[in-house]
């Protein structure tokens, strides 16, 4: 099955040059049926990655751009009234699709933020009296915008809490941004051809659950999450007052799921303390809330993340 994985990167670097960390995941959200936060300057290639791995998947994708004056019904959909029928109709909105990129998100108000991230968690639609069960797989990348600029609302920490991995997109290096303008200016653009079927989707998560993880390593992994919320016991008195609430049991559910994807996707059958190292930060970024001191500083969560990855004992 590792070799569907290739194949679904082949295709995708058709279009995206570089941006491996992203691929990788998206790819760990969507087999470990969670959502991904991106945040990153425009012009990284967020919409075309997305775009080109559900080309690649085979699955529908749909686009929303937030906007301060977006309202929950431009998401989600609305009961039309039909004066011909004398009846009302329904018309689904973005959310009906497997791959949504819900565009800087922290441009919306919080009743269009707290209804699209309601939808992530129940997998689900009520539309006036009709419930619509979302068609799996339903997969949501919400990008913001690191520039501070007026409009922006931001995401409150109990919603940043249901998206399972938040990634910080870089710009490319010189050599990638070489080979992307030759490409555009060129137009020297393959086609993308859909790789994986819909049993092929089940057996790859199958898979990826049959992953083997020593008792040992999970222990490592609660240890990693509890020193985010008693560093005093872990010798990290230094950033004890830096850190306002630690990581939440979401970080420990995900943190389980996530972890198996990332071996498997380095060709592996079993998790090692480098593969949690490796994906620690894009799960707990954005799960740990920082006090006004360490604001105040400019302390970072990737900061405290880093110490805590020194302080706890590897197994």
Not at 98 to 122: F, G
């Amino acid at each position: 099955m590792l070799s569907k994985i290739q194949e679904i990167k082949k295709e995708v670097s058709k279009v995206v040059v570089g941006q491996e960390k992203m691929i990788d995941g998206l790819l760990i959200a969507l087999l470990c049926d969670g959502h991904i936060l991106i945040e990153g300057v425009p012009g990284l290639a967020k919409t075309t990655t997305v775009n080109a791995l559900a080309k690649s998947l085979g699955l529908n994708f749909k686009r929303a751009q937030f906007t301060p004056d977006l309202l929950p019904s431009d998401i989600l959909g609305a009961e039309i009234y039909d004066p011909q029928n004398n009846s009302f109709k329904i018309k689904k909105g973005p959310i009906f699709t497997n791959l949504l990129l819900a565009d800087e998100i922290n441009r919306s108000p919080a009743k269009v933020q707290s209804a699209l991230l309601e939808v992530m968690q129940e997998k689900q639609v009520t539309l006036g009296d009709t419930t619509f069960k979302l068609e799996p797989p339903f997969f949501v990348m919400a990008t913001q915008n690191p520039v501070e600029q007026e409009g922006v609302y931001q995401l409150p920490e109990a919603q940043l809490d249901r998206f399972m991995l938040k990634l910080i997109v870089d710009y490319n290096t010189k050599t990638e941004e070489l080979e992307i303008a030759r490409r555009i200016s060129s137009g020297k653009f393959e086609e993308i051809h859909p790789v994986l079927t819909h049993d092929d989707l089940i057996a790859l998560k199958k898979a990826i659950k049959e992953v083997h993880v020593d008792s040992e390593v999970e222990e490592y992994m609660i240890e990693l999450v509890n020193a985010t919320r008693n560093p005093a016991q872990y010798g990290l008195e230094s950033i004890k007052d830096y850190i306002q609430f630690g990581a939440s049991p979401r970080v420990s559910i995900d943190m389980f799921k996530a972890v198996k994807a990332m071996a498997f996707l380095r060709g592996k059958d079993f998790v090692t303390p480098v593969d949690v190292a490796y994906i620690a930060k894009e799960l707990m970024r954005h799960r740990i809330v920082l006090s006004y001191e360490a604001e105040a500083e400019g302390i970072t969560t990737d900061a405290i993340i880093q110490k805590v990855l020194e302080a706890v004992q590897i197994p």
